[in-house]
């Protein structure tokens, strides 16, 4: 029996983008925030940064290094070793655009933590990749991929920038929110058994 296919986003699920970004605005600016203070996916919008500051917080940002520096949420690497185990575990990541470095960064962190690193696609549309399983923190990729392949299990990854996403009522089964690698590891097993069909 084929293993199912797990595709899992990278930053804001298993890289800490945020808490990076964070640390820049502080920095910068001197003001301290902490990730519930993202209620909207883009930074610079939910902490009002004016045009200036948006222009500094991503030129820091651009700097080569950036994603190899990012630290991961706990638990996401042990999670997805075991993860690695059951499925085929493919990430699925968009790169910065303005940052040169980002992709090459990525696959070298990506490679630091698995001793036999998950193949990684490099796109801005996710929506394009069969799954059984896709796990991502942004609503808009969930929606997307879920449209594209009905038959699939979309995860929202928890996180407050997504709290205000819920499913359509007509549409119950757009996505799972989860924000325990227990419970992806659950569903795993379930449709392992073939108790979930995908």
């Known amino acids: 029996m084929r293993k199912p296919v797990l595709l899992c986003d990278v930053d804001g699920v298993v890289a800490d983008l945020t808490q990076h970004i964070l640390d820049i605005v502080q920095a910068c600016f001197g003001v301290t925030y902490t990730p519930e203070h993202i209620t909207q996916y883009w930074v610079e919008k939910a902490l009002h940064l004016t045009e200036l500051q948006t222009k500094e917080m991503y030129e820091r940002l651009d700097v ?28 699925l990541t968009s790169h ?77 089964n757009e996505f799972i929110r989860y924000s325990d690698w227990e419970e992806v590891e659950k569903l795993v097993d379930l449709i392992a058994r073939e108790k979930i069909r995908v």
């Not at 470095?101 to 996710?126: A, M």
Request: hydrophobic share 35%.
């Open 64 to 91: 080569a290094g950036t994603a190899m520096a990012l630290r991961p949420y706990p638990k996401a690497i042990s999670a997805l070793k075991r993860l690695q185990k059951k499925t085929e575990l493919v990430f």
């Open 96 to 172: 910065l655009k303005s940052n040169a470095t980002w992709v090459y960064d990525r696959d070298r962190w990506i490679e630091s933590y698995f001793r036999k690193p998950p193949p990684v696609i490099h796109t801005h549309h996710k929506e394009f990749v069969p799954g059984d399983i896709f796990v991502d923190d942004k609503y808009e990729n969930i929606s997307a991929w879920k449209k594209a392949w009905p038959d699939g299990i979309a995860v929202l990854w928890d996180r407050p920038w997504n709290h205000r996403e819920i499913c359509s009522p007509r549409n119950e």
